[in-house]
């Protein structure tokens, strides 16, 4: 079975822009891994993600050269039709992306639009609100839910098309502390009972590296960083790249507690206060 | 001095957004306001602005009741950058989205270029002069809404979760620009949600939920209250959890990790 997802030596640059938006670039994805993608504003992030979902080459022209491989098949060569069932998109803002008159049908809008057959269509928006707990909510108008509501029946439409690669942008950026815990254990849950693959694209890291595999930090359109989350956090590169460092990685990191953080576990304040107790005891 | 006095606020649609809030901030402070998705701190903002006007109760800013003023005569005094910046963006590029509020408040020409200039310069948005504001990045476009308040140099400066879609440089340069508006006696407002951006300022913090203020109180004290935070959905700050975790610790929680960390090191040697 191929990778899920494959990027080989992938540049684009943008018709009329100077300088490529991104720059050779090599990235191999597994399935159920769930990657971070970091780095500073205008790194080439978006447009990545773009080549990724389809959007370039099909919606936005321009000099490219490499190859993108989704499941196997050459993004260039792939209809968006057949791209849209295999990468879903979660936009930062669900508003952007939920309009419906009531939660079910919203959920089934994509599905719709493929001429998914009725029943399938029944039964996988019927497994998606109940995997993201919205089911009571079925019926209720998307304008009237929560914002952390919203941000699950637009997964749920994201999740019902079945697609293997799943794109995130900025998720818990307007979510308020707990319901962004949540959503973070929400997508680790996903991709444990489904297999799904996640892309996350994040400023806030200190949820997430509790769950990614990895952190691929761009900088100028070039991968420059890549690796579990603790090595490239404690990359003294790290910060020069815009990412924002989690409190508790530069203190273990400066403390040099071996053991407490490792390539394998970025621990919690809480892990830490306990290994410092146990220490000074 | 901005005053709410019993404010209420109902939707038309019969939601209760503010329920009797009363609150008083003096010139000068840095005020943060935090609490779960949908508790009113928006709302709360908007009145500030006059915006919306309380269904009862009434909002004074420098003294006049914002329901006998307009929102352009409170813009002068009071800037807002909105959460979701395309509310506010419009103009055909960035320099001319700057210089559009310093023109309308009847700026000289030579202040309306020297500013527009120091706005772009500060924000690093200079190479984006004369491209869109459209075509800028979600980070960018937040920090072209603050780069634009902050160019007609308002008495309150209210940020409506800044940091959303910023890099920890932009971050740090965010810290900085509350530091400066601090250090010249604005009072600044934040909404926000990114504790760990908030804890290093140690601001006094109002926790809202359900449209009710639940705690008011400086940073050092309120984020302690773990209870009290998780009934609004926020969490502690990394550096507090740690602080409150260790059996034997200081009289202050650390505000910077290296102050947890010279103190950790200490313990350590002994």
Same mark, same amino acid.
């Given at each position: 079975m191929p990778r899920i997802l494959s990027i080989q030596n992938f540049s684009f640059r943008y018709p009329g822009a100077q300088r490529l938006a991104v720059d050779s670039f090599d990235l191999e994805v597994d399935r159920s891994e769930i990657i971070i993608l970091a780095g500073p504003s205008g790194c080439g992030k978006s447009t990545l993600l773009r080549s990724i979902n389809g959007l370039i080459p099909h919606m936005y022209s321009g000099d490219y050269s490499g190859a993108v491989l989704m499941d196997g098949a050459n993004v260039r060569e792939e209809s968006m039709r057949a791209l849209a069932q295999k990468v879903g998109f979660l936009f930062q803002n669900p508003e952007n992306q939920i309009f419906m008159f009531s939660v079910e049908r919203d959920v089934a809008f994509g599905l719709e639009n493929l001429g998914v057959p009725r029943e399938e269509m029944r039964r996988r928006v019927d497994e998606a609100m109940a995997q993201l707990g919205i089911t009571h909510l079925a019926r209720r108008a998307p304008h009237e839910l929560s914002d952390g509501q919203k941000q699950r029946v637009a997964l749920a439409g994201v999740l019902a098309m079945q697609p293997g690669l799943v794109i995130l942008d900025?998720? /818990?950026?307007?979510?308020d502390p707990m319901t962004a815990s949540e959503l973070v254990e929400l997508v680790d849950k996903i991709r444990r009972e489904n297999g799904t693959t996640f892309i996350v694209v994040e400023h806030r890291l200190d949820l997430l590296v509790r769950i990614a595999d990895r952190l691929v930090v761009m900088n100028s359109g070039k991968k420059v960083l890549d690796g579990s989350c603790w090595d490239v956090l404690t990359d003294e590169r790290a910060e020069g790249y !815009?990412?924002? $460092?989690?409190a508790i990685v530069k203190l273990e990191k400066g403390l040099n507690?071996?053991? $407490? !953080? /490792?390539s394998a576990r970025i621990p919690t304040a809480a892990q830490l206060a306990e290994e410092v107790n146990s220490r000074t005891a | 001095m901005i005053e709410f006095k019993v404010v209420t606020f109902s939707h038309p *649609? &019969?939601? *209760?957004?503010?329920?009797h809030v009363s609150l008083s901030i003096a010139d000068g402070e840095t005020v943060a306001v935090v609490g779960e998705n949908g508790a009113g701190k928006t709302t709360l903002v908007k009145h500030i602005t006059g915006l919306l006007k309380p269904t009862t109760g009434a909002v004074l800013v420098d003294g006049d009741d914002t329901r006998q003023r307009t929102t352009a005569e409170l813009s002068r005094k009071v800037g807002v950058a909105f959460q979701n910046p395309d509310h506010q963006l419009f103009s055909e590029n960035v320099e001319e989205e700057i210089a559009f509020a310093l023109r309308n408040f009847g700026f000289p020409p030579e202040t309306v270029k020297q500013r527009v200039d120091w706005a772009l310069n500060f924000f690093g948005l200079e190479e984006y002069?004369?491209?869109?504001?459209? +075509?800028?990045?979600g980070g960018e476009k937040k920090r072209l809404t603050i780069a634009c308040i902050l160019s007609w140099d308002p008495g309150v400066v209210v940020l409506d979760?800044? +940091?959303? &879609?910023?890099d920890v440089i932009q971050k740090e340069r965010l810290s900085e620009t509350v530091r400066m508006l601090k250090s010249t006696g604005k009072t600044v407002i934040i909404v926000s949600h990114d504790i760990e951006f908030l804890w290093p300022m140690q601001p006094r913090v109002i926790v809202m939920s359900r449209g009710k203020i639940i705690a008011d109180g400086p940073a050092s004290d309120l984020m302690l209250e773990r209870e009290v935070l998780a009934s609004a959905r926020v969490s502690q700050p990394q550096l507090v959890t740690l602080y409150q975790g260790l059996k034997k610790r200081p009289a202050q929680p650390f505000v910077h990790v290296h102050d947890a960390r010279s103190w950790l090191a200490s313990e350590a040697n002994g």
């Open positions: 900025e998720p /818990t950026s307007l979510l !815009g990412l924002s $460092v989690p507690y071996h053991d $407490v !953080g /490792t | *649609t &019969g939601v *209760t957004a503010l329920d002069r004369k491209s869109s504001p459209l +075509t800028l990045s979760e800044p +940091t959303v &879609g910023q």
